[in-house]
T-cell receptor, first 119, second 107 residues
Framework: QIQLVQSGPELKKPGESVKISCKASGYTFTDYAMHWVKQAPGKGLKWMGW????????TYADDFKGRFVFSLEASASTANLQISNLKNEDTATYFC????????????WGQGASATVSS | DVQMTQSPSYLAASPGESVSISCKAS??????LAWYQEKPGKTNKLLIYSGSTLQSGTPSRFSGSGSGTDFTLTIRSLEPEDFAVYYC?????????FGSGTKLEIK
């Protein structure tokens, strides 16, 4: 069955970097886009952007340009999110989610990866 | 960006009842509105997209309606597993934007 399994919780200090992985299984990785979504503690969902898993081209929402990088290890069916120069407001759960072809919706989600930024 | 306003934020109902959740867009999004379900310990689930198209596996007691700026998710005859948080999301244009969520609780 389709699964997106994300990496474990991270605790980082301000200014550090973090890399969150999302390993896909049960489907052809390069046939589906991968989206990233942020959920701050007690808050709703915020779309961060998406990556074309066939070409590797990322697209970022305005609030996530600069310190955020989407990347792929296509041979390992894995998508990654790297956040540099971490700030307290980056404390959140980050979700990867597969894009439904032809629609800008997400038909399978990872379990979420929490990142806590604290000095 | 398209702002999505979801209401109510909280809703209490009993199993067997029917409920409706509203989602309003700040401008027309045609019929490009999706609904998701969030439950503790489970991954988020796409229920409906394009306003009224049920995703594979979504029970028929869920229905979506609306176009333009006003949309509704209706759940008929609530089952115990339906008590969850529901989010709407517009998929008409980038950036994709979500509503603030509706928590459906057991009365």
């Amino acid at each position: 069955q389709i699964q997106l399994v994300q990496s474990g919780p991270e605790l980082k200090k301000p200014g550090e970097s973090v890399k969150i992985s999302c390993k896909a299984s049960g489907y052809t990785f390069t046939d589906y886009a991968m989206h990233w979504v942020k959920q701050a503690p007690g808050k709703g969902l915020k779309w961060m952007g998406w990556i074309n898993t066939y070409t590797g081209k990322p697209t970022y929402a305005d609030d996530f340009k600069g310190r955020f990088v989407f990347s792929l290890e296509a041979s390992a069916s894995t998508a990654n999110l790297q956040i540099s120069n971490l700030k307290n407001e980056d404390t959140a759960t980050y979700f990867c989610a597969r894009g439904l072809p032809g629609y800008r919706v997400m038909d399978a989600w990872g379990q979420g990866a929490s990142a806590t930024v604290s000095s | 960006d398209v702002q999505m306003t979801q209401s109510p934020s909280y809703l209490a109902a009993s199993p067997g009842e029917s409920v409706s959740i509203s989602c309003k867009a700040s401008k027309s999004i045609n019929t490009y509105l999706a609904w998701y379900q969030e439950k503790p310990g489970k991954t988020n689930k796409l229920l409906i997209y394009s306003g009224s198209t049920l995703q594979s596996g979504t029970p028929s007691r869920f229905s979506g309606s609306g176009s333009g700026t006003d949309f509704t998710l209706t759940i008929r005859s609530l089952e115990p597993e339906d008590f969850a948080v529901y989010y709407c999301q517009q998929h008409n244009e980038y950036p994709l934007t979500f509503g603030s969520g509706t928590k459906l609780e057991i009365k």
